[in-house]
Nanobody, 123 residues
Framework: QVQLVESGGGLVQAGGSLRLSCAAS????????MGWFRQAPGKEREFVAA????????YYADSVKGRFTISRDNAKNTVYLQMNSLKPEDTAVYYC????????????????WGQGTQVTVSS
């Protein structure tokens, strides 16, 4: 069982930056691939970024490539999402998730989810 708690969301102007954190409980954090997803009002939850257990492999959605960076610190049981050059279309609730499978952008392959943190980008 893994419990995930996101933090770092907020209101930012377009072009600004935010760093999201996701703290995981338990001693087996390094056994999970981790992902970030987001959901805007009236839309389905979509993939943002994912990172392998070791942190070596990373995937990004095309919409955030070059602007967002995912990283993890297995000693701190934490995964991060650095978001730069934010756009109004990045406004959403951001969720972190843990997968016991190989790193993936498929939300169906994630076993545990956090409660989400709101990110609002004003124009």
């Amino acid at each position: 069982q893994v419990q995930l708690v996101e933090s770092g969301g907020g209101l930012v102007q377009a072009g600004g930056s935010l760093r999201l954190s996701c703290a995981a409980s338990g001693r087996t954090f390094s056994s999970y691939a981790m992902g970030w997803f987001r959901q805007a009002p009236g839309k389905e939850r979509e993939f943002v970024a994912a990172i392998s257990r070791s942190g070596y492999t990373k995937y990004y959605a095309d919409s955030v490539k070059g602007r967002f960076t995912i990283s993890r610190d297995n000693a701190k049981n934490t995964v991060y999402l650095q978001m730069n050059s934010l756009k109004p279309e990045d406004t959403a609730v951001y969720y972190c998730a843990a997968s016991s499978r190989v790193v993936s952008g498929n939300k169906r392959e994630y076993d545990y989810w956090g409660q989400g943190t709101q990110v609002t980008v004003s124009s």
